[in-house]
């Protein structure tokens, strides 16, 4: 009898173990893509482009300064209508701050980054593995693919799948799903580059599958930078100078 009971324990784990495996090198792989989409300690000049359906084009220049995951503050330069504007990640939360009201706002996960098709999270928020459960889809040749499954109903998407190169663990495409299944958007990576100790794409372009609109997201310059201060990532500091 103990005989038997072994066997089957072992034939499970045999079965199971695969399974086991594909979701550590799911994990690994897409902290390898967080890491290099978002190192910590650096400083960069991003430019949102908005493309609307009636043909009007807005751009946005926007100066990040990153501590870390939990702590990144945007600081729009461009256009002028919209300069001094401020966005903050703290931790769980994003906070907004507008000159003409001057107080901070929280704002949700899931609401419009600049008016365009990227969200608050989708630029704010590159810590997948902190709110999604990461498993292998699919293995080719070249490719990755794997499956991210919100935690609970806090993160912006109920699911994201992501295409990641072998040869250099870089993204290719990203699709984002709502808790029925329905595609809503698809990034596509491309232009990568060589930033001092970090590679990554440098432009990424955001199609709505549902509005049919689109939004390109591009990085102009990106230094690294050991001195931020504290203070610029304090709410009751949006709005001065740090």
Partial sequence: MQRIVLAATVGMFILVSPLL??????????GKVERNLSPPNFKAIYQFTNYRLDGTVGAYD????????NHS???????????????????????????SVARAVRVADRESFAGGDFSNADVMRVDWLAQYDASMAKETKNQYIIDLVAKNSDAAYAKMRIWVDKANTQPVQQ?????????????????????????????LVMENVITKLKSEMQILDLQFESKIPDGRYVVDNLGKEI
């Fill in 175 to 203: 699709y984002f799903y709502d808790s029925k299944g329905t595609l809503l958007k698809v990034c596509k990576y491309g232009s990568v580059k060589n930033f001092g100790v970090v590679t990554r794409p440098s432009k």
């Fill in 62 to 69: 926007v100066r990040f300064t990153v501590k870390d995951v």
């Fill in 21 to 30: 495996a594909c979701a550590d090198t799911a994990t690994e792989v897409i």
């Fill in 73 to 99: 503050h945007g600081y729009f330069l461009k256009p002028e209508r919209e300069k001094g504007r401020e966005i903050l990640r703290l931790k769980d939360a994003i906070w907004t701050f507008m000159p």
